[in-house]
């Protein structure tokens, strides 16, 4: 990770450390949330896509059982 010179001077050693590790724990988290973020809008794509298909599939299951053709009236 790379910490521009500006953000650590007139800092004593023990100071620049503590504040690289949580510039670096930051930029975990910060990845750990896009990553999530990421990963629950890919679910819901996947969701709505079997939610689809599985209402078409319904519709068309109630249409046949009562005898409807594809013109939209009974047969």
Known sequence: ???PPETLRGQAGAHRVAQ???LDTLAVRAA???TQIATKKLRLKVSDAK???SLTDAFGSGARM???RKGGGPE
């Open 20 to 22: 690289i590790a949580l």
């Open 32 to 34: 750990e949330i896009r």
């Open 51 to 53: 939610l689809s298909a």
């Open 1 to 3: 990770m790379f910490v």
């Open 66 to 68: 009562l005898g409807f």
